[in-house]
């Protein structure tokens, strides 16, 4: 069975703190993806990266950043958490010959005080 | 660049009652179509996709066409049930993006015993 795992499903951090999100996967798959989903907002992109060490900006990058060191994992780091980075994040995983195969991991749901 | 627009919420019916969600994307390509769901405290799962223009998506009482001349692609579903309460979100994906997800904000449904 497929597996997408993100590392933390709740977490409360405070103001200015580090925070990092891990998605693990289990099916060799480039395509990697992180989202977050927001009430009215819907799911948008963060990041995305298509193979090791490569990534590539999404439509809200700003105050994020993320590493892909091994094919299987891919994180996503707020450096200096802040109250509007309150949020669920939503890893995705890509596959297929026309990337017409999702998989979603749990989410990650982060509240910032 | 891609984007989805989907009908506004909340939508609140009756059971047995005939849901329809509106969905129309601008893309340049030819985009595959997806429809996900997302219940309450879970996460997000497929619903139905349609990858060429005329496919009919079909799955668990919902239906939705590809129409390339009008560029939508609406849900609909016959008579709804108490357990069709959730939060649907309209999604397209294109080779001549790399295949990344565009979703719409999401349609929160809920229905009335």
């Known amino acids: 069975d497929v597996k997408v795992t993100q590392s933390s499903r709740y977490l409360v951090k405070r103001t200015g703190e580090k925070v990092f999100l891990e998605c693990v996967q289990d099916m060799d798959h480039e395509n990697m993806f992180w989202y977050r989903q927001d009430p009215g907002l819907g799911l948008r992109l963060i990041y995305f990266s298509y193979d090791v060490k490569m990534k590539e900006k999404g439509d809200i990058p700003e105050g994020y950043s993320v590493s892909r060191e091994k094919k299987e994992r891919f994180s996503l780091i707020l450096e200096s958490a802040s109250t509007n980075q309150t949020s669920m994040y939503l890893c995705?995983?890509?596959?297929?010959?026309?990337?017409?195969?999702?998989?979603f991991g749990e989410g990650s749901w982060l509240t910032v005080v | 660049g891609d984007s989805v627009t989907q009908m506004e919420g909340p939508v609140t019916l009756s059971e047995e009652a005939f849901l329809t969600i509106n969905c129309t994307y601008t893309a340049t390509g030819y985009p595959s179509l997806f429809w996900y769901v997302q219940y309450p405290g879970e996460g997000l799962q497929l619903l139905l996709k349609a990858t060429k223009a005329d496919d009919k998506g079909s799955n668990k009482g919902f239906e939705a066409t590809y129409r390339k001349e009008t560029t939508s692609f609406h849900l609909e579903k016959g008579s709804v049930q108490v357990s069709d309460s959730a939060v649907y979100f309209c999604a397209l994906s294109e080779r001549s993006n790399d295949y990344k997800l565009s979703f719409g904000a999401g349609t929160t449904v809920t229905v009335r015993a």
């Open positions: 995705v995983i890509q596959g297929g010959t026309s990337g017409n195969t999702i998989y």
